[in-house]
Every structure is written in C-alpha cells, then in structure tokens.
C-alpha cells in the first residue's frame, strides 16, 4: 500500500512541475504572438511607406536611349 501511495505523490508532483511548465509556455506564446502582431504592423506600415515614395529620378533602362556609339 505505501508503494502505491508513494506512486501516487510521485505522480501529483510530476502534474504540480507540468501545470506550472504549461503555464509558462503559455505567457511566452502569448508575448510572441504579442510580437509578432507588432511586427506585422510595422511590417504593413513599411511597406505602405515605401509604395507611397516618389519614384526615382533616375530613368528605367527602356526609357534610357542608348549612347551614341551603338
């Protein structure tokens, strides 16, 4: 009968050390999807930014007529 108890401290211990590791990987998923929602933002407000830029002052390569000595 002790053995049996003992199994079954053993067994309450090892679900006290799991809930706690759930719990942790649980807050760290949360913060990375925290995360990783910012940075597609800033991702998103990048990439608005950079198609709202004037384009170049320099021509395309079709628009550029060749040099002279073609």
């Known amino acids: ?10 067994l309450e211990m090892k679900l006290s050390f799991q ?3 759930i719990e942790e ?3 760290e998923v949360i913060k990375l999807n925290t995360l990783v929602a910012r940075l597609q933002q800033q991702m998103l407000l990048m990439v608005n930014k950079m198609q709202a830029m004037e384009p170049s002052n320099m021509a395309s390569q079709a628009d550029e007529t060749p040099p002279p000595h073609y």
């Open 19 to 21: 809930d706690i590791t």
């Open 1 to 10: 009968m002790e053995h049996v108890l003992q199994k079954i401290d053993d």
């Open 25 to 27: 990987l649980n807050q």
